[in-house]
């Protein structure tokens, strides 16, 4: 599984952005796509992830509910990320993800087995 991810750019806070990734390969053998980012200095940490079927079940970190929002398009293979409200603190790479992790292991990078290369998003005050 190959993963491209794009439309990350430099907003001002209180700004949108809206980040896409594109899956190509063996896609039926994820379950989930999700969304992690790493600002600088610090790990890398969960932002979002759906469920590629279950009703697209969608699982958020406690710091984007209620401004980001994940969805996916399982006939074209993607997965979107619309980010709302943006604050200085979302400022990091942003990589997308893909793998097959149980509910347990959704949040976490180990649930996922194939990463995307990065998009950087800034956010200026």
């Known amino acids: 599984v190959q993963l491209q991810a794009s439309g990350g750019g430099l907003v001002q806070a209180g700004g949108s952005l809206r980040l896409s990734c594109a899956a190509s390969?063996?896609?039926?053998?994820?379950?989930?796509m999700g969304w992690f980012r790493q600002a600088p200095g610090k790990e890398r940490e969960f932002v979002a992830a759906?469920?590629?079927?279950?009703?697209?079940?969608?699982h958020y970190a406690d710091s984007v509910k209620g401004r980001f929002t994940i969805s996916r398009d399982n006939a074209k293979n993607t997965v979107s990320l619309q980010m709302n409200s943006l604050e200085p603190e979302d400022t990091a790479v942003y990589y997308c993800?893909?793998?097959?992790?149980?509910?347990?292991?959704?949040?976490?990078?180990?649930?996922?087995?194939?990463w995307g290369q990065g998009t950087q998003v800034t956010v200026s005050s």
């Open positions: 390969g063996h896609t039926f053998s994820s379950r989930a």
């Open positions: 759906v469920v590629k079927w279950s009703a697209g079940s969608t």
């Open positions: 993800a893909a793998g097959s992790p149980i509910q347990a292991m959704m949040k976490l990078e180990s649930g996922y087995v194939y």
